[in-house]
Structure formats: C-alpha cells, structure tokens
C-alpha cells in the first residue's frame, strides 16, 4: 500500500494550494480519509476528514471555511484545496486511510507528507 502526497509547495500569505494524495493497492472507497498536518516542534494534528463515499466532511476550527476536504474514488485520491493560507499554515501535510472493521480492528496507512510553507 501506498499513499504519496503531492502539491505542496511555497506560497504567499492569501494564496491557495492543492493537495492531492493518490492511494495504490488497497480498495479505496470503503476507507475514510484524513490531512494531518505537522508545524515544526508540535505534534501532528488533524486538519480534515471525509468518510467513506463523501458525504460527511469535517475539519479543524481554524482551516474551516478556508479548506475543502474531498476525494475520487474512481481515481483513488482524497484532495485538499487550500485557500486565504496564513504563515500558521506553514508545515509539513500527511495523507491518512482509515478504515475499522469488526472482523480484523483497525487498518493505518500514511504518506511520507508534502510541505506547504506560507511566506512573503
């Protein structure tokens, strides 16, 4: 299984990004998927999510209204459009596929994160 990240990049303060995250080798729709993100020296936080078939999305307080969470099947890829990005932006996004099933627990993937860095 593989979850690669890309889109990231350098951007002014008011700008927008989008990242994408193209998952090979496991069976897509039924998994829910998920942005962290990780600023330097803090902790890994979550951002985004959005369930299985897309129809439920949440997100951080501080990225709602800004940030849109949403994924193609078909393709087997979550995206996340960023937009009005602020220098507290600035860190490194991870892709996450999630998914619990009552037969075999819980089953993790993670990408290896894109950088998004938000600078004048």
């Known amino acids: 299984v593989q979850l690669v990240e890309s889109g990231g990049g350098l951007v002014q303060p008011g700008g927008s990004l989008r990242l994408s995250c193209a998952a090979t080798g496991l069976a897509f729709s039924p998994y829910e998927m998920k942005w962290y993100r990780q600023r330097p020296g803090e902790e890994r936080e979550l951002v985004a999510r959005i369930k299985s078939g897309g129809g439920i999305r949440a997100y951080v307080p501080a990225v709602k209204g800004r940030f849109s969470i949403s994924r193609d099947d078909a393709k087997n890829t979550v995206f996340l459009q960023m937009n009005s990005l602020n220098t507290e932006d600035t860190a490194v996004y991870y892709c996450?596929?999630?998914?619990?099933?009552?037969?075999?627990?819980?089953?993790?993937?993670w990408g290896q994160g894109t950088q998004v860095t938000v600078s004048s």
């Open positions: 996450n596929a999630n998914r619990y099933e009552e037969l075999t627990g819980e089953t993790d993937y």
